[in-house]
């Protein structure tokens, strides 16, 4: 069981055939957009101050959750998993990963305007970019689920 498993594995990475499906390129947005949040975040001059710690938090989880979840499906273990709703599972995350980035995307704003700093106002935008591409993947997953049913 183990080499069948070692070959399945090897196999799903060298086609990289979720990659290239839509649910495979928003998750790479999402860790991409998750990072520059991040990254801008911390090289503002107010990094220590208590809403950009929340926003590192949030948004560094968001990236790594997003790699974790591309990970877990380009290893096609949904599919292993039959008892487990896994587009559930998936619309759950991305809505509640959506709700997230809108609240660090306002408190980023609103920090950002109070003050005046630039690099909060390039992560406000990517934060609220990471929303809209993660709302447009929950419609997705919503959609998806319904043609199946």
Request: with cysteine; proline share 3%.
């Amino acid at each position: 069981r183990t080499i069948i498993m070692d070959t399945r594995i090897q196999d799903h990475f060298k086609n990289g055939s979720f990659i290239k499906t839509k649910s495979g390129i928003l998750y790479i947005l999402h860790a991409v957009l998750s990072n520059l949040t991040f990254v801008c975040t911390i090289w503002s001059i107010y990094a220590t101050f208590p809403p950009c710690v929340w926003i590192e938090v949030v948004s560094f989880s968001g990236f790594v959750l997003a790699l974790v979840l591309l990970l877990i499906n380009m290893i096609q273990i949904p599919s292993d998993l039959g008892c487990i709703p896994w587009d559930v599972v998936e619309i759950i995350y991305t809505s509640i990963w959506a709700f997230f980035f809108a609240i660090i995307g306002i408190v980023d704003g609103e920090f950002a305007r109070k003050s005046n700093d630039s690099v909060l106002g390039a992560a406000t935008f990517f934060a609220l970019l990471a929303m809209g591409l993660l709302v447009t993947h929950t419609f997705l997953l919503i959609h998806n689920r319904r043609s199946k049913n």
